[in-house]
């Protein structure tokens, strides 16, 4: 019964190392993606107005130089909630972005910012900002409780 499923393993194995992840080259092992990244330091600043205004800031705190690897045009991304987690605005949403890969290079102290507006309509209470680094290298989300009066 092992002989027979032999060869049936032995292809699968070999189509699974043939089709995994290869490292980039130039580099002797594969970097993981991150849940954040102790190199980029962010920040979120929520401003409450006639508009919201929602602002992502990440600098580069490491002695060297950052590669920020994004799968798309869509680098940054930003959500209104409400309390009880549905969607009430979402950056994005009705926007095109690029299918190409692109990456970012932040040197030491550089930093990316990337700011939107909101117009609540007729929106009163307690509502949750996501905002979000799209990077597949280095990963960021946030989530900060503000008031509409």
């Not at 049936?8 to 190392?17: D, E």
């Not at 993606?33 to 409450?48: K, T, Y």
């Not at 605005?89 to 095109?96: A, F, N, V």
């Not at 299918?99 to 007729?122: F, G, H, I, K």
Request: charged share 20%.
């Amino acid at each position: 019964m092992l002989l027979k499923l032999a060869p049936s393993l032995l292809v699968a194995a070999l189509a699974t190392y043939a089709c995994g992840p290869r490292p980039p080259v130039g580099e002797t092992h594969a970097r993981k993606p991150q849940s954040g990244s102790r190199s980029l330091v962010s920040d979120v600043n929520v401003a409450v107005g006639q508009e919201v205004v929602l602002a992502l800031h990440v600098r580069n705190e490491a002695a060297k130089k950052v590669e920020v690897a994004f799968p798309s045009g869509l680098t940054h991304d930003f959500e209104v909630q409400d309390s009880v987690g549905r969607v009430m605005w979402r950056w994005s949403e009705g926007r095109l972005f690029t299918q190409a890969m692109q990456n970012r290079v932040l040197e030491q102290d550089e930093s990316l910012s990337y700011e939107a507006d909101w117009t609540p309509r007729d929106l009163h209470g307690e509502f949750v900002a996501v905002v979000t680094l799209k990077s597949s290298s280095h990963p960021i989300e946030h989530r900060t409780k503000f008031t509409l009066p």
